[in-house]
């Protein structure tokens, strides 16, 4: 029997080589393991507690009863364009034309493949910072990228370094991929850490993708939008999106703001993968950049009281915890439970029933840590921390 | 800040100092301070629970009435509302705009004590013109808090 055949005979159907080339999700592992268990506390969906506010929501629902119900222009619709031109504009004086600049998308993840898809031609690399999103090297593995990983570390804030980004840089580099505030460190770049690498690009002519959806969500420090660097707007590719700042990750509204030439490309991917955004959920992300500004406010008090408990709880039960300024997540290093962070949320989940997900998920340097969402309830924070304490004292030292 | 205290307080009295702390970054004792001065000042009237009376297998009974005021030689609409408002009965007392002046939200035990309420004491007093009265049927919300109904939504597993 040839070996094809016996292949053959053990898979029923033929999967491609791309989509066995993709790791299943260390995150999915665990929630897997979860579903199936009572009086978990979560601290591992990456997501709002809260439901999207109720004046949006109400947006929403008033399209659906007078029958805005038909596909949208395959940008997005204009009016969403033009608020997310006038809010970019508001908050960080970049200018781009909402007819030919930007591209209303399902999510920011749609945005991140699309842009995979129109940048990268197959072996080029993309350079971007360990540990980050899970999803950032898969999707230039599924656009035939090479992904280039560079090492960010706990004592320099988890930034990402224009030197070390400069020492990877090939013949082959494309682009680099910021994610700041960072998934899953919460760290936020300083703006001249932000401008060095801007002198870089610059230099070496290579485009940025930055990833900007936790850009409303930071403490006590100020986001700055990578596109707002001097000459930056021409080689950036500015990912947002209404998820996390609005608690809108439902409805899966994103954007994409680049030169016109990269949008074009893009939506030339978005209208044969995708045709639109889903016209209610434009209809309740123009209401959210309309509305109130209120409600985002709140959120961002309310995530930082819960920050800060959750920041002093851990380091309280001696896992050391680097300062989040930004998101919703705590990255504590579990080092001194001898532990590496797969057991180590393995057995928290087992014993004490709570869910983290281990740092090793979003990439080797995230071992010797674990990420802890903060967007749940603070009874929720304060009875994890108790079973923490409890799960550290009895697994000290290993 | 003190601002930041009230915030935490109001939407749960029971929050400790200690936890207040945690969540604000500020130390103990100065969060224990600003809230004895707040106490002290006035700022912070009372830590009182939001009682679902409906659950509580208790009889009762709410009322809005509108209550229109003449006024008084030498005496003002707020020593009328004082008048309104020492009553227990009277739960809220405000003063306000359009065709009544003041609305008075009253719990009485059924709704004979709320129309004795009404005929006997609030329509006796000096300078009440005219009272409205509607009995409250169902509440939704209150102060803030949605009574019932409010179903929690649950989590899917997710990759993220």
Redesign the interface.
């Given at each position: 029997m040839s070996v094809q055949t016996r292949v053959q005979q053990h898979r029923k159907h033929h999967i491609s080589r791309r989509a066995n080339r993709l790791s299943p999700?260390g995150?999915?592992k665990f929630?897997?393991l979860?579903?199936g268990m009572e009086g978990v506390i979560?601290l591992g969906?990456?997501?709002p507690d809260f439901?999207t506010p109720w004046h949006i929501r109400e947006a929403a629902i008033e399209s659906i009863e007078k029958g805005q119900t038909m596909y949208t222009s395959n940008s997005g619709t204009p009016e969403l364009r033009k608020e997310v031109a006038r809010q970019l504009r508001a908050d960080y004086g970049v200018d781009y034309d909402p007819v030919s600049e930007i591209l209303i998308t399902v999510g920011v993840s749609e945005a991140l493949d699309l842009t995979m898809r129109a940048i990268l031609d197959p072996g080029n690399e993309v350079i971007l910072p360990d540990p980050s999103?899970?999803?950032y090297p898969s999707s230039v593995i599924l656009a035939e990228g090479v992904p280039v990983s560079i090492p960010t570390y706990e004592n320099k804030n988890f930034e990402i370094n224009a030197g070390d980004i400069e020492s990877r840089i090939t013949r082959k580099t494309r682009a680099i991929l910021l994610g700041y505030p960072s998934n899953p460190t919460g760290a936020v770049m300083s703006r001249p850490k932000l401008a060095e690498i801007a002198d870089l690009a610059y230099d070496k002519n290579l485009t940025v993708l930055s990833d900007e959806i936790y850009a409303r969500l930071t403490y006590g420090v100020e986001h700055t939008c990578f596109a707002s660097l001097p000459h930056m707007k021409e080689h950036t590719i500015l990912l947002g999106g209404f998820s996390k700042a609005y608690a809108m990750t439902g409805w899966r509204i994103g954007y994409a703001a680049a030169p016109a030439e990269i949008i074009a490309a893009m939506t030339k991917i978005h209208q044969y993968t995708m045709m639109c955004a889903s016209s209610m959920g434009q209809v309740a992300a123009l209401e959210a950049l309309k509305g109130d500004q209120d409600c985002v406010r709140e959120m961002v008090?309310d995530y930082n009281?819960?920050r800060?408990?959750i920041v002093?709880?851990l380091c309280d039960i001696g896992l050391s915890c680097f300062e989040p300024k930004g998101a919703f997540y705590a990255f504590p290093s579990i080092r001194r439970t001898g532990m590496n962070s797969e057991d180590f949320a393995e057995k928290l989940l087992a014993e004490e029933k709570v869910a983290v997900v281990p740092g090793s998920a979003f990439g080797a340097c995230g071992e010797g840590y674990v990420r802890c969402c903060y967007a749940t309830s603070?009874a929720d924070i304060?009875e994890a921390l108790r079973r923490m304490k409890r799960f550290v004292g009895k697994h000290r030292g290993g | 800040m003190l601002k930041d205290i009230l915030k935490i307080l109001e939407n749960d009295a029971r929050a400790r100092p200690k936890q207040i702390s945690d969540m604000t970054g500020m130390p103990q004792t100065e969060v224990t301070r600003l809230i004895k001065q707040a106490w002290q000042d006035g700022v912070i009237l009372k830590y009182k629970a939001i009682v679902n009376w409906d659950k509580a297998e208790n009889e009762h009974v709410f009322a809005l009435i509108e209550v229109k005021l003449e006024p008084q030689k030498d005496v003002g609409f707020d020593s009328i509302a004082e008048r309104i408002y020492r009553f227990p009965q009277a739960r809220s007392v405000y003063l306000v705009s359009g065709t009544y002046d003041l609305f008075v939200l009253v719990l009485g035990k059924n709704n004979h004590e709320i129309a004795n309420f009404v005929s006997q004491k609030l329509s006796h007093i000096d300078g009440v013109k005219a009272t409205n009265t509607q009995f409250i049927l169902k509440r939704y919300k209150e102060d803030g808090e949605i009574i019932e109904g409010l179903e929690e939504v649950k989590r899917q597993p997710v990759v993220l």
């Open positions: 999700s995150i999915r929630f897997d979860l579903s979560s969906v990456g997501e439901a999103f899970v999803a008090e009281r819960r800060l408990v002093k709880g603070l304060e | -």
